[in-house]
T-cell receptor, first 115, second 113 residues
């Protein structure tokens, strides 16, 4: 069964360093998302991406964050200068269509620990 | 703004008992509601998506209902098994475009053998 794949599963980085989280969405999906879950808190939306541009972003998604689809298969989230509060589980998701009634499929997540 | 709440935060049942998980939402103009399972430290596995036009959606031992007027969705898991132990999350799309999901805090379920 097709699935969303995320790498790495766990990343430890020093504060101030740049990190890139990688995702391979399901192959025929066109809409891509990043969410995060700080330990003990709700899953929260970061950004949605379609047709090589951001379609929506949350207040969390400030200038330190960027997304890119560098080729036909990968979708990346970059955090330019990590802070301690960026420590969280980051989830990538994809959908076939951007319509509201299309099911979203999530990856297994990348646990980011900033020290 | 859509707010999604799940109560209780944790639930423990003996094996074989039916599970009833609750999800409340504030905006009744909801398009659908999606239920997920999350194992500790793991990703989100989609279980069911119930459309606003549906009252129920079933998959195996799972049954989800949606009552827009009361702002509630319920996930029933019949004849629970220890393997059903996980956190169950519900999420609703925010806005007509549905480009982002608003999640509840989850209910952590423990099924005791």
């Amino acid at each position: 069964e097709p699935e969303v794949t995320q790498t790495p599963s766990h990343q430890v980085t020093q504060m101030g360093q740049e990190v890139i989280l990688r995702c391979v969405p399901i192959s025929n999906h066109l809409y891509f998302y990043w969410y995060r879950q700080i330990l003990g808190q709700k899953v929260e939306f970061l950004v949605s991406f379609y047709n090589n541009e951001i379609s929506e972003k949350s207040e969390i998604f400030d200038d330190q964050f960027s997304v890119e689809r560098p080729d036909g298969s990968n979708f990346t989230l970059k955090i330019r200068s990590t802070k301690l509060e960026d420590s969280a589980m980051y989830f990538c998701a994809s959908k076939t269509q951007g319509t509201v009634n299309t099911e979203a499929f999530f990856g297994q997540g990348t646990r980011l620990t900033v020290v | 703004k859509q707010e999604v709440t799940q109560i209780p935060a944790a639930l423990s049942v003996p094996e074989g008992e039916n599970l009833v998980l609750n999800c409340s939402f504030t905006d009744s103009a909801i398009y659908n509601l999606q239920w997920f399972r999350q194992d500790p430290g793991k990703g989100l596995t989609s279980l069911l998506l119930i459309q606003s036009s549906q009252r129920e959606q079933t998959s195996g031992r799972l049954n989800a209902s949606l009552d827009k007027s009361s702002g509630r969705s319920t996930l029933y898991i019949a004849a629970s098994q220890p393997g059903d132990s996980a956190t169950y999350l519900c999420a609703a799309p925010l806005g007509a475009a549905g480009n982002k999901l608003t999640f509840g805090g989850g209910t952590r379920v423990l099924v005791k053998p």
